[in-house]
């Protein structure tokens, strides 16, 4: 019998029993709760200046679907509005919005680098970034998380063997589970001795990060090597994503890249939305400001617990390691009225099954005590 990802069609009970067994079988649940969980860091989901936008855009006749791909009729005013405003948001040449994040890492690296090339993934990259890797004409290998020598010594065997493409080293500006920072630095300094490429996902630093929020590639944007996804749907509080690079690899994405050709244009909605959104980054620079209050009151009020976190950042881990144990805390604070989700392999390493607590101004100083102190009555924790 044909299998999909090795599970004989007949073998789904069995497979999804498996995963159930081993406290990771997954299940849509509604949102409940005081939000520790959302990617809503700068809270503008709620916005009324975009719910605004929106609504005058419809009242001006916008589409709400853009009814064809972006070659096709669905390339519209508001889609080049966003990319041209985003270009120079970011300080990038050019700018291409896609429907989501994953879309964009996918596209990017299912088109722009070339059999014979060799990508260089950081281990804790997105799973679209390791998904487009796979699917790519590329081959790829992944070096330890955050290690520049690592990837130096990736690159060096790899030229030792034979390889002769081009490299693409390919991180996270900031980890979204572990909640840590990718050295730039240096490895753009590796890029540009290597005569590679650097591609950088920014999902939870667009908003959050930099002047204006730029993120933390904004040094970066208008080097030749150097490609950046900005998605939509975190800080940004829309969806989609904005794709900036040199003009020649997003002429290049317009022609080849096949999920971009024949996949229907996002809602120029979206876009409306998400133009909204950089000007309240630019306008309204005192929601940086406060959620970086919020974060490091947060890291100081661990601190005062005698507890330790591995985190600086608004992304809080909290590392149970057991899954059964792991979803029971989660269960345990969801019903003393905090919306923390529990994260489990393969999301993570087999092992560091965790909560995933998430700072947005969608809490206060209050929340964020009361939260922290009904961990501590859950568990007997000794460090975050």
């Known amino acids: 019998m044909k299998t999909i990802d090795g599970v004989k069609g007949a073998d789904y009970v069995a497979a999804l029993r498996a995963l159930g067994e081993d406290s990771r079988l997954r299940s849509l649940r509604p949102r409940a709760g005081i939000d520790f969980a959302s990617n809503d860091y700068l809270a503008p989901a709620s916005e009324p200046r975009m719910k605004k936008a929106i609504c005058d855009a419809l009242g001006a006749g916008t589409p709400i679907g853009a009814g064809g791909s972006r070659l096709l009729r669905g390339n519209c005013e508001e889609h080049e509005r966003l990319e041209a405003d985003a270009a120079q948001f970011f300080g990038a040449e050019t700018a291409l919005f896609f429907g989501c994040g994953y879309a964009a890492n996918f596209s990017v690296l299912t088109t722009l680098p070339q059999r014979g090339d060799l990508l260089v ?20 290998r992944i070096f330890v998380h955050n290690d520049p020598e690592s990837v130096e010594n990736t690159v ?39 005569d590679a490429f650097l591609m950088i996902d920014e999902a939870h630093a667009t908003g959050v990060y930099g002047q204006h929020g730029q993120g933390l590639s904004a040094a970066y944007e ?41 996949s229907t244009a996002p809602s120029p909605l979206m ?14 620079p005192e929601r940086q400001k406060r959620l970086a209050n919020l974060v490091a009151f947060t890291h100081r009020e661990i601190r005062a617990r005698g507890l330790q976190s591995p985190s600086d950042s608004q992304i809080v881990p909290y590392i149970v390691g ?55 009555e859950e568990t007997r924790w000794t460090t975050l």
Request: charged letters at 25%; aromatic letters at 6%.
């Open 222 to 262: 208008r080097r030749e090597n150097v490609l950046v996804v900005h998605t939509c749907g975190k800080a940004l509080g829309a969806a989609g994503a904005l794709v900036t690079a040199p003009r020649i690899l997003r002429d290049f994405l317009v022609n080849r890249c096949r999920p971009f050709i024949y």
């Open 156 to 194: 060096l065997e790899w030229r030792a063997k034979g390889g002769v493409g081009r490299v693409w080293i390919v991180v996270g500006s900031l980890y979204s589970m572990d909640g840590d920072f990718a050295p730039l630095d240096d490895l753009a300094a590796i890029a540009d001795r290597y």
């Open 322 to 376: 057991d899954n059964a144990q792991a979803m029971q805390l989660a269960s345990a604070l969801q019903a003393r009225g905090f919306d923390i989700r529990g994260i489990r392999p393969p999301t993570v390493p087999a092992g560091t099954a965790r909560l995933r607590i998430s700072i947005t101004l969608n809490v206060s100083e209050g929340d964020v005590r009361a939260m922290l102190d009904v961990l501590k």
């Open 121 to 140: 993934l950081d281990s804790f990259v997105h799973a679209s970034i390791h998904e487009g890797a796979k699917a790519g004409r590329a081959d790829f």
């Open 271 to 284: 876009a409306v939305a998400v133009r909204v959104a950089l000007s309240l980054l630019r306008e309204e």
